[in-house]
């Protein structure tokens, strides 16, 4: 059976006059109905412009798409959304995939309300009209965990908190029921509380829309709490993928085992120092040669400077692009 | 709204009475003028304001011309030239300015650079040389001195809402109704252009003073409104002869050009200030809680 979202071998640069910088490098990815993808990485990794490529937002120029493909399929006919026509992208922008960002005191038009922002989605999508549309706004917001959504509807986001925000965003995205659902950090710019609560808010909506969840983050703990499988970038590459569970467990690769050994927790003894991991993200100028990570890697070794390493299996359908893998201890 | 009209301060007051003064006159013109503006008392030319202690004509407030017409009635008549012309100017030139800025801004590239490109020439040629250039070639008429101004002002406009639509277009959700399968001309419209619609009021608003400013500037030269529309440029330029032994022919009218000026500009400032996030007025706009809470 073919993915619902399915991206192969994509790869995206920046051109700056002529020369040109590799952002994302081969990044292949597929996502299932109901499930859920996390992507992980530092800032810079390109997690955010793989959503972007996805919705046909990368801003061109500076960057160019120079090949792969993104295929969705959905009632059993495949598309490239790489190769589909502007306007039939706007029909998939919305109505099949929606997204969700990071700030949601930016990501809602100060100038109209809550229900008349939701009420644009579904007049442009499905035909309704505008009371129709108010009154179904009302209805989403409540599913959303919005109380007195009969007020609130006439609202503006200046007058609504950071969290009945981004429910509202979500309440937006969801108003036409797309298949997908891609959200950019969506609970870094709120309080640790009212995370949780959005985080449920968008499970609960997962489970009753049968909706998958492409959730882009680089908190760790939002990935334990809802990715089904996780998948990590570096510099434009990923450099492992694997069921969640097994991956927050028994990281394969370096980069994953620091991101994870940076993570200040509860059960640490008091005085204990975290780990960071060492040095910067190089950068897109000047991608080193051979692993990418080697620069900062602690167990780095000699073919790590020389040659890139393929993905190898870790465990059962857990791979990582990492020489160790394999390797006796 | 309603706390947009409760942060009138006595600046904005005064600018808004002016202008409604103004208005008004040019409304009820001929209901409220003593005389027709056109008719003529040669008997009667010259005159001095009514008040005047020695030699005033009775029944002409601020006097008489040279063809003894009436300079209050022509006063209140040439409001009429003013607000039309400065009105039709500023609704043309700002049509045309907004709707390239908003293009320019949008899509950016290369109809960008072409656009803003021809803004900085049209903006390195003096405003008053296309005004005269145009209304020599084209003759004084009402219509001629609108065409003029839209030619010649729209790049105010331009500069502006390319400025805003590009700081704009990198917010959230702007990308956001994007993402929502929003199409181009909603995003156009019903988003970027009535999150701008503020500050392009204030250059609105400004340039509305200016048009009058100017009207009365070519009347004065000879290049505004024909001769048989009383107007405000157009009395200064006739009284200008007799400046020395009937100073009321010229004050008056100068005095009326600048008092619309002042309002216009007065409402202006107000309005900027109440755009403008920095200030206390724009604060409690930009976020009501801050005037709920006082």
């Not at chain 1, 990923?238 to 069921?243: A, D, F, L, T």
Request: glycine letters at 8%; aromatic letters at 6%.
């Amino acid at each position: 059976m073919t993915a619902l979202l399915e991206i192969r071998d994509l790869k995206v640069s920046f051109v700056h006059g002529k020369r040109s910088r590799p952002a994302l490098d081969g990044i292949s990815l597929s996502v299932d109905r109901g499930r859920t993808l996390g992507i992980v990485g530092e800032s810079g990794c390109g997690k955010s412009l793989t959503a972007l490529s996805i919705m046909q937002l990368l801003p061109s120029p500076p960057a160019r798409i120079d090949g792969g493909e993104i295929t969705l399929t959905l009632d059993g006919s495949s598309r490239d959304l790489l190769k589909i026509a502007r306007k039939e992208m706007r029909t998939v922008r919305g109505r099949e995939i929606a997204m969700i960002f990071q700030d949601p005191m930016t990501s809602l038009d100060p100038v109209y309300s809550i229900g008349e922002q939701i009420a644009e989605v579904l007049m442009t999508h499905e035909g309704l009209s505008r009371p129709d549309a108010l009154d179904r706004a009302v209805k989403l917001l409540r599913d959303v965990g919005i109380s007195s959504p009969e007020q609130r509807v006439r609202q503006y986001p200046h007058e609504l908190s950071g969290g009945m925000r981004q429910r509202a965003m979500i309440a937006i995205a969801l108003a036409c029921k797309p298949a997908i659902l891609i959200a950019d950090e969506p609970t870094t710019a709120l309080d640790v509380t009212i995370q949780a609560q959005v985080l449920a808010v968008m499970r609960g909506m997962q489970r009753s829309l049968g909706t998958a969840l492409l959730l882009i983050t680089h908190d760790m703990g939002v990935i334990a709490e809802m990715a089904d499988d996780v998948l990590v970038m570096y510099l434009g590459r990923i450099v492992e993928r694997g069921p969640a569970a097994q991956v927050l467990e028994q990281p394969a690769h370096p980069y994953t085992q620091g991101l994870i050994a940076s993570l200040p927790s509860l059960d640490m003894p008091h005085g204990e120092r975290l780990i960071p991991i060492q040095g910067t993200v190089p950068s897109l100028a000047a991608i080193p040669t051979g692993c990418r990570f080697h620069t900062r890697c602690p167990h780095v070794m000699d073919v790590c400077r020389r040659e890139e390493p393929a993905m190898r299996e870790a465990a059962a359908a857990h791979d990582a692009a990492c020489w160790l893998i394999g390797r006796a201890p | 709204m309603l706390r947009m009209l409760a942060s009138i301060d006595t600046k904005a007051a005064v600018g808004f009475g002016l202008v409604a003064i103004v208005a008004l006159c040019a409304i009820l013109a001929p209901w409220i003028s003593p005389y027709d503006p056109n008719a003529q008392d040669l008997l009667n030319s010259v005159a001095p304001p009514a008040w005047v202690s020695h030699g005033g004509a009775a029944g002409h407030l601020l006097g008489t011309d040279r063809l003894g017409q009436d300079v209050l009635s022509r006063i209140i008549y040439g409001s009429r030239v003013s607000l039309v012309a400065a009105f039709a100017a500023v609704i043309a030139s700002g049509a045309i300015g907004i709707l390239l800025g908003l293009v320019a801004g949008y899509f950016g590239g290369w109809v960008a650079t072409s656009i803003m490109r021809l803004v900085d020439i049209m903006l390195a040629i003096p405003f008053i040389l296309i005004a005269l250039v145009f209304m020599t070639v084209s003759g004084p008429s009402l219509t001629n001195l609108v065409i003029a101004f839209a030619i010649a002002r729209w790049v105010q406009f331009t500069r502006i809402a390319y400025g805003l639509v590009l700081e704009l277009r990198e917010r959230e959700f702007i990308s956001a109704c994007i993402t929502f399968g929003v199409s181009k001309f909603d995003i156009l419209f019903r988003h970027i252009l009535i999150n701008i619609a503020g500050p392009l009021l204030v250059v609105a608003t400004l340039e509305l003073g200016f048009v009058i400013l100017i009207e009365a500037g070519l009347s004065f030269l000879g290049l505004g409104t024909p001769p048989e529309i009383p107007s405000w440029g157009g009395m200064l330029q006739e009284g200008r002869a007799l400046i020395n032994v009937a100073w009321w022919l010229t004050t008056f009218p100068g005095i009326a050009i600048m008092l619309t000026v002042v309002g216009f500009n007065f409402i202006g400032d107000w309005l900027r200030d109440s755009f403008d996030p920095r200030t206390d007025i724009g604060r409690s706009l930009a976020d009501p809680m801050v005037g709920s809470e006082r």
